[in-house]
């Protein structure tokens, strides 16, 4: 059955109500074509699917390995949360179309988050001796955002949620000192495009990865941040499902800790002590320019804080718990933060501790990592539990 426009665009409108009205059972199959107001918080009426067709399987593995049976019941439990799916190389896309023919209910989002600039999602620039050129723009569209936007159309009746290129503007703003300008030269030439091609899909809403407050909350980062962000929305047209930034997808920060974990250290010349704060000071920033100012934020690892020598720790953080269960934000007074997501599902390695097999990356290896971890996107069962013992707020079970 197809829907007249207008009816479906009324189901956009009353997205706190909607919830009940939507079929909460059900294929995709069966729902109908979806449009997403990007004017509103969707996550109000959307649940994030669990995006990532190996997940669940690899969390059941998980949990029978472990022997203490409280923590077997809360492993079982991060079963139920969605995560985005990484579409950082070509093959992952058959990844996708798995997860698009199992029966997505009606009120679930895909998660899909696009990294096919050839950076990593996690760490600082610094830390990557892997750094070669990232993909340039004509491949960057016939690989990733044209295979992305094609699947999306055909597939109407699923709404789709996009994080778009984590850690790249960040990693050529914070440059560590280094000559990057190849890099924003070229994410200069690829996002529009990207934006333009997917915020124009109405079952899709779009948000730009902006780092989080420890990268990019410096006075002087800040309106860099603001300035490139605006530049690549309006070349793209100002495309209507783009709804703002995605926050803490690599490395992280806490939502709201007062004072934040590095402000008695030499960070204090940072303005953005929190996400929270960073996104009241960057969102200020994008609305004067006429930018959608919303966000979402990983929370799949920010349980604990004080566990880091420095902001740039961001491999296998020895003791971290998870964060808050992906859902939106419903706290009065904080209508900027759309919802809590997890970007990645936890249990996957950041990167390999062993200098010699494979891509070693110092963190990995430094004195505030879990060791000895495997390579990265690898199951690293030891880091999972500790993530599950130490979540903060605790697995209900
Ligand atoms: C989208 O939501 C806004 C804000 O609630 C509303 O004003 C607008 O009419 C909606 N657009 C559509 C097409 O439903
Ligand atoms: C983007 O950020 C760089 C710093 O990395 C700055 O030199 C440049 O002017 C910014 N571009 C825009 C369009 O704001
Ligand atoms: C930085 O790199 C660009 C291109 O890679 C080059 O054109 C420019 O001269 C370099 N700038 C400096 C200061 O080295």
Known sequence: MKLSKTLVFSFGI?????????????????????????????????????????????????????????????????????????????????????TLQESIPCNHIVGVTLQGMGLPEQGSYSDWPGYKMPIMPEEHKR???????????????????????????????????????????????????????LGNLPNAILYLDAGHGGLLGWHQTLPLVASNISAVYKVANSPPQFRGIAINTHNYNAWDLSPGEFATTRETRNYAQNEQTYLR??????????????????????????????????????????????????????QELDAFIWAKGPGYSDGSSDSVIGIYRKYCGGIDAHKP?????????????????????????
């Open 143 to 197: 690989v990733y955002v044209d295979p992305l936007a094609s699947m999306i159309s055909a597939n109407p009746s699923t709404a789709f949620a996009l994080i778009i290129e984590p850690f790249t503007l960040p990693a050529f703003i914070k440059h560590d000192g280094r000559n990057l300008s190849m890099l924003e030269t070229i994410y200069h030439a690829s996002i529009p495009y990207a934006l333009e091609s």
């Open 14 to 98: 009353v997205t706190y109500n909607i919830v009940s009205a939507l079929p909460s059972e059900g294929t995709s199959a069966g729902c109908q074509r979806v449009a997403l107001n990007a004017s509103t918080n969707i996550w109000q009426g959307y649940i994030l699917h669990q995006s990532d067709p190996d997940y669940a399987q690899l969390i059941s593995l998980a949990a029978g390995r472990i022997q203490d049976e409280t923590l077997t019941q809360k492993a079982l439990k991060v079963a139920d949360a969605g995560t985005f799916l990484s579409i950082d190389n070509p093959q992952a896309f058959s990844k996708l179309e798995r």
């Open 281 to 334: 000071l960057l969102g200020t920033r994008l609305q004067q320019l006429g930018v959608p100012n919303n966000a979402i934020m990983d929370t799949s690892r920010n349980g604990i804080h004080g566990l880091r020598e420095e902001w740039d720790r961001w491999c296998n953080v020895y003791g971290a718990g998870l964060g808050r269960f992906p859902g939106p934000n419903l706290q009065p007074g904080q």
């Open 373 to 397: 971890s495997p390579e990265r996107g690898e199951w690293f069962q030891e880091y999972f539990e500790t993530l599950v013992r130490e979540a903060h707020p605790s697995v209900g079970v």
